[in-house]
Nanobody, 121 residues
Framework: QVQLVESGGGLVQAGGSLKLSCAASGSISRLNDMVWYRQAPGKQRELVAAITRDGSIKYGDCVKGRFTISRDNAKNTVYLQMNSLKPEDTAVYYC???????????????WGQGTQVTVSS
């Protein structure tokens, strides 16, 4: 089994910064794409940022130039540095990872439990 645990959420004023972390653990053979999504109340879940194992990166239009995704393959951890936060960034942030488990063949998607980010105006 695989677990993804997010941390680093909280309350911050507009213009401030937060850094989220998502650590993967369990029966991991290979950790492929790692992705941050977010979901605000009453809205659909949206892509924030994604990073492949070899470091290719994609950002959602709403966060380009403000957020930075990175990963540490040795620690099975992905990070999201969030700068210049806006009230509209308020959401639950979820970590998603494509994982090949030990003795497995295909990569499967796993989700974290989410971490709340609240930006006050």
């Amino acid at each position: 089994q695989v677990q993804l645990v997010e941390s680093g959420g909280g309350l911050v004023q507009a213009g401030g910064s937060l850094k989220l972390s998502c650590a993967a653990s369990g029966s991991i053979s290979r950790l492929n794409d790692m992705v941050w999504y977010r979901q605000a109340p009453g809205k659909q879940r949206e892509l924030v940022a994604a990073i492949t194992r070899d470091g290719s990166i994609k950002y959602g239009d709403c966060v380009k130039g403000r957020f930075t995704i990175s990963r540490d393959n040795a620690k099975n951890t992905v990070y999201l540095q969030m700068n210049s936060l806006k009230p509209e960034d308020t959401a639950v942030y979820y970590c998603n990872a494509l994982v090949v488990v030990i003795m497995g063949v295909e990569a499967k998607a796993y989700w974290g439990q989410g971490t709340q980010v609240t930006v006050s105006s």
